[in-house]
């Protein structure tokens, strides 16, 4: 069993930065490909970032491409996910993911975090 664990979010105003950490445990962290999800109230939950194991490679949703950035200490078993110049439609609630296969970012689904909310205001 894996599990995630999200911290970082909070209340900031637009144009701020905030940085989400997610730590993993119970499994070689190395071995996931991991993911930033988000879900606003009403809307469906939508990609934002992801990983891959090593974490050579990312990928970013366009509505964040420039202003967020997801890394990984595989020592210290984290994931981060560092949101600058934010805006009021960066309000959701974020959640991590594990996953063992990378590629498209909606099979990192294996394991999901219990999601920290970020407020934005304007």
């Known amino acids: 069993q894996v599990q995630l664990v999200e911290s970082g979010g909070g209340l900031v105003q637009a144009g701020g930065s905030l940085r989400l950490s997610c730590a993993v445990s119970?499994?070689?962290?190395?071995?996931?490909?991991m993911g930033w999800f988000r879900q606003a109230p009403g809307k469906d939950r939508e990609f934002v970032a992801s990983i891959s194991q090593s974490g050579g490679n990312t990928l970013y949703a366009d509505s964040v491409k420039g202003r967020f950035t997801t890394s990984r200490d595989n020592a210290e078993n984290t994931v981060y996910l560092q949101m600058n110049s934010l805006k009021p439609e960066d309000t959701a609630v974020y959640y991590c993911?594990?996953?063992?296969?990378?590629?498209?970012?909606?099979?990192?689904?294996?394991?999901w975090g219990q999601g920290t909310q970020v407020t934005v205001s304007s």
């Open positions: 993911a594990a996953g063992s296969a990378w590629g498209s970012p909606w099979s990192i689904n294996d394991y």
């Open positions: 119970g499994r070689t962290f190395s071995l996931y490909a």
